[in-house]
């Protein structure tokens, strides 16, 4: 099956963004639990010098990754930046000294890290954005969200989205304003409910259906983590058809599941790196696609 190379988050936009359909997730890198600095500070700067060598255009981030660590070596490593890269950050949480993960919705918090992200990331507006819907809070969406398309007004912000939200909240978003895109968990083994972080995400595959009806592109999270460990048959069947590894079938799978998908893999290793980038060069059978189901 032929599939499509490129994306365009934000399509409806008067800034739509087009990618290459494989970015990079930068939530491994800092050290253990997502905090301070990497295990090994020069292969994290390896990897992210490779993004822009290898030409992916897309890489995701969040100012409490770290805190602050994934946007400081993504300046360390990238700026300045191509032109055509899109960097995407998430707010609406933050961290404690303690390493915690804490809620930091209301418009005074997200704009204090959207003023954050700029100066960490060393840029003048932030392509895309993705709003955070934390577990516990009592801001409502329809605040948070105004505070957000109120900074795309102000420049600060190029394009809006949001992340773990369930089809309910999707559906407000949407009814609110131009959501360019989603950014939710989602993979082979992982597509009906999720829970991290006491947080219980349901109607994943209504949140993918909702995406499809509306053409909003989805950035799938947690696909590896989720589907590698279990260790599909499936998978494995097709990963020694194509001689591949599971993670590069897991990788293709999405790309050829719907061609909203983006994949995001992270991983802090320059190996497996330069593995999961040749996913978008699997061209997998109509019959392999039924197979995986
Ligand atoms: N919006 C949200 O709430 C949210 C939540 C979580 C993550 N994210 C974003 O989504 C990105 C992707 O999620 P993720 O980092 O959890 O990635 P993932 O793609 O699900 O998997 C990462 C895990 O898979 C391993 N891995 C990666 N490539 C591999 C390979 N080729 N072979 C074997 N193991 C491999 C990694 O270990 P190694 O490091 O050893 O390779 C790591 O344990 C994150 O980096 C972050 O940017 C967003």
């Known amino acids: 099956m032929d599939i499509k190379k490129t994306i365009t988050i934000g399509a409806r936009t008067a800034n739509p963004l087009t990618v290459k359909r494989l970015g990079y997730g930068t939530m491994r890198l800092p050290g253990e639990e997502v905090w301070g600095e990497p295990e090994n500070r020069d292969e994290a700067l390896k990897i992210l010098k490779a993004t822009s060598e290898k030409g992916i255009q897309f890489l995701d981030t969040a100012d409490y ?8 070596l993504i300046s360390e490593a990238l700026y300045p930046y191509n ?6 950050t998430k707010v609406g949480a933050n961290r404690g000294a303690d390493k915690s993960w804490g809620i930091y919705d209301k418009p005074e918090n997200l704009r204090a890290s959207i003023d954050n992200n700029l100066k960490t990331l060393k840029i003048e ?9 934390m577990p516990g809070t ?3 969406l329809e605040e948070s969200l105004n505070a957000m398309f109120e900074m795309q007004k102000e420049g600060k912000i190029l394009n809006v989205g949001l992340s773990n939200v ?5 559906n407000i978003a949407i009814a609110m304003g131009n959501v ?12 009906t409910s999720f829970s991290a972080f006491g947080q219980e995400v349901r109607g994943m595959q209504e949140v993918m259906d909702i995406c499809v009806k509306n053409s909003i592109p989805m950035i799938p999270f947690f696909s590896l983590q989720t589907s590698l460990p279990k260790g599909a048959n ?7 058809k194509y001689n591949a590894t599971p993670a590069q079938i897991n990788l293709a799978w999405l790309l050829h599941y719907n061609e909203l998908i983006l ?14 980038i040749k996913a978008l060069d699997i061209s997998l059978s109509e019959e392999d696609m039924e197979f995986l189901g």
């Open 65 to 72: 990754y770290g805190k602050d660590v994934t946007n400081r």
């Open 83 to 88: 032109k055509d890269l899109v960097i995407c």
């Open 125 to 133: 507006q932030i392509p895309l954005v993705h709003f955070r819907v």
């Open 138 to 140: 009592y801001t409502l």
């Open 166 to 170: 369930n089809p309910e909240e999707l």
């Open 180 to 191: 360019a895109s989603v950014e939710n968990a989602f993979g082979y083994e992982q597509r």
């Open 234 to 240: 499936k998978i494995a069947i097709i990963a020694e």
């Open 263 to 276: 994949p995001i893999p992270g991983t802090s290793k320059l190996a497996h790196f330069n593995e999961n």
